[in-house]
């Protein structure tokens, strides 16, 4: 696809230093894109920007977007630096693994702050940068958690849901605008945010197809270029989790299998990951 619109154009993507986040960096870059890249840790920004700056222009933040202030000092940066601001990519996530009643307060509280709280207020402070810049998108990385109730990640579960409403309302509120919005939703995806805690990670989850973080930011620059609204993927957990959410009964049905399933392909994954250490 020819995405060369991007060319020059500013892009904002948080959870940039690793994952989904880094390789969304490196998909916009390839199209000449001008990357704000945010996250918490600075050193990995850092090494993601050494590795892109040869291509394009490359400026970093260092923030927790659960900080409000802070969202705010972001757009004006990247207003200043570049002079307008074209996409903003909400990828920064967070996920405390288990039960509900097994999960910190707080924790539960940052789940909702980042995953949900955040894109909200980054979207609305965005989109007025966005207009006077020309036009441009709003991408949300929800999750196949936000299409249909997952046990064992129920916080995380509504985080994602809430995500996705709100990018498809928003969807709709702009509609006819310059401003184009919508969500990737991915089942799995072969990064550190499953692999660094497999074993956290329920079995259920391992019963979908992995998809890799280059086939994620792949759907992330589909929405951007306003080819989609809604991507979930891979297409087969999105009709699952579609058919789960409609006849919850069938979902109920299908779990033990589905998990027998899944338990297989953890381990199988658990031993690839030994033999890379």
Do not use: W
């Not at 910190?104 to 979207?123: E, T, W």
């Not at 990064?191 to 086939?215: H, K, N, R, Y």
């Amino acid at each position: 696809m020819n995405y060369e619109a991007f060319r020059g154009k500013s892009v904002v993507i948080t959870g940039a230093s690793a994952g989904v986040g880094a390789d969304v960096a490196r998909a916009f870059a390839e199209h000449g894109a001008r990357l704000m890249l945010v996250a918490r840790r600075k050193e990995p920004l850092k090494q993601i920007a050494a590795e892109l700056e040869s291509k394009t222009d490359v400026c970093l933040m260092s923030l927790d977007v659960a900080d409000i202030a802070g969202c705010s000092d972001l757009i004006k940066k990247a207003q200043y630096e570049y002079g307008g601001l074209n996409v903003l990519v909400n990828n920064a996530g967070a996920h405390h693994r288990g039960d509900l009643m097994g999960i910190d307060a707080d924790d539960l509280g940052q789940m909702i702050d980042v995953n949900l709280r955040a894109p909200i207020v980054l979207s609305r402070l965005a989109i007025p940068a966005i207009k006077e810049s020309g036009g441009g998108a709003i991408v949300n990385v929800a999750s196949i958690a936000g299409c249909t109730p997952v046990p064992g990640a129920a916080t995380y579960s509504a985080s994602k849901f809430g995500l996705r409403a709100f990018t498809l309302a928003l969807a709709e509120e702009l509609r006819g605008t310059n401003v184009h919005v919508g969500a990737v939703s991915p089942g799995p995806i072969d990064t550190g945010f499953i692999m660094d805690s497999i074993d956290e990670v329920t079995d259920l989850t391992f019963s979908q197809p992995m998809s890799t973080a280059e086939e994620v930011a792949d759907a992330v620059l589909r929405v951007a270029a306003g080819e989609s609204v809604d991507i979930k993927m891979p297409k087969s957990s999105g009709v699952l989790a579609t058919i789960g959410y409609v006849f919850p009964s069938i979902s109920r049905a299908l779990r033990p299998r589905l998990k027998k399933r899944g338990a297989k392909a953890k381990a199988m994954y658990k031993k690839r990951n030994a033999a890379r250490q």
